[in-house]
């Protein structure tokens, strides 16, 4: 798998690089990359070209969960609705819950994916472009419990003993998926540009605030473009 990892400024050619270099005093005055964009606007510009270099490739995004790695090696990560996951995981591992279990999983369910929940999450597969370690508690509940968001979302907090079983099903992935740019929906301007220009900003001042995102994608990711990572 060949994909730029957005979080390693050395995929960059030498001439994008050396016209950030040129930047390294505004970036060593300033703590947020905005903050730098609105002193020089030039700096918009270079970030522009930036993100045109990454669409010019493939992406790395990391996509945490609980699962079952010889699942993801086969079919890979499929876009499906909740509703589509949630049968199928019925389906699969209802004899792991009692009746009353089983009662309780499919009422949280009905309140809490109503529409707008649906229309949030239904056939998208959802990255992150920064690492994360597994203990960062901005990924630790998906990597605990199966099925996270269109499973285990809906029953958080509430019910200790189901939350017990589904941390026994699967195993915690870190899946490192080379994606197409062009697929991913982003509600940042030049999304690409800005991470590897915030990553940069973080070498000339290690202190700087490091930018971030989610996005996703409605198309399946195949197998051969999925890695199993436990590091980057």
């Not at 996509?63 to 790695?69: D, I, K, L, N």
């Not at 597969?125 to 203990?135: A, G, L």
Request: glycine residues 6%; proline residues 4%; negative net charge.
């Amino acid at each position: 798998m060949t994909a730029f990892d957005l979080e390693d400024i050395r995929h960059l050619p030498s001439a994008l690089l050396e016209r950030l270099s040129g930047f390294d005093h505004l970036f060593s005055a300033e703590e947020y990359l905005e903050t730098a964009i609105e002193r020089d606007r030039s700096l918009r510009t270079l970030i522009r070209d930036i993100n045109q270099h990454c669409l010019s490739g493939t992406v790395i995004g990391y996509h945490y969960t609980r699962a079952f790695p010889g699942d993801i090696l086969t079919n890979g990560l499929k876009a499906r609705t909740g509703e589509e996951w949630r049968r199928t995981f019925l389906a699969q591992h209802r004899d792991r819950f009692t009746d009353d279990e089983i009662k309780a999983i499919q009422c949280a369910w009905a309140r809490y994916y109503d529409s707008s929940a649906k229309d949030a999450r239904d056939n998208r597969i959802f990255f992150t472009f920064n690492w994360y370690e597994p203990t960062d508690s901005a990924v630790r509940l998906l990597l605990q419990h199966f099925g996270g968001e269109q499973i285990y979302f809906a029953l958080l907090g509430q019910f200790p003993a189901i939350a017990s079983k589904l941390s026994t099903i699967g195993e915690p992935l870190i899946l490192k998926c080379a994606l197409d740019p062009s697929d991913i929906r982003v509600t940042r301007e030049d999304p690409w540009g800005m991470l590897v220009a915030s990553v940069y900003h973080r070498v000339v001042k290690p202190t700087a605030y490091k930018y971030g995102f989610d996005g996703y994608t409605l198309k399946p990711v195949a197998p051969q473009d999925i890695e199993l990572s436990k590091s980057r």
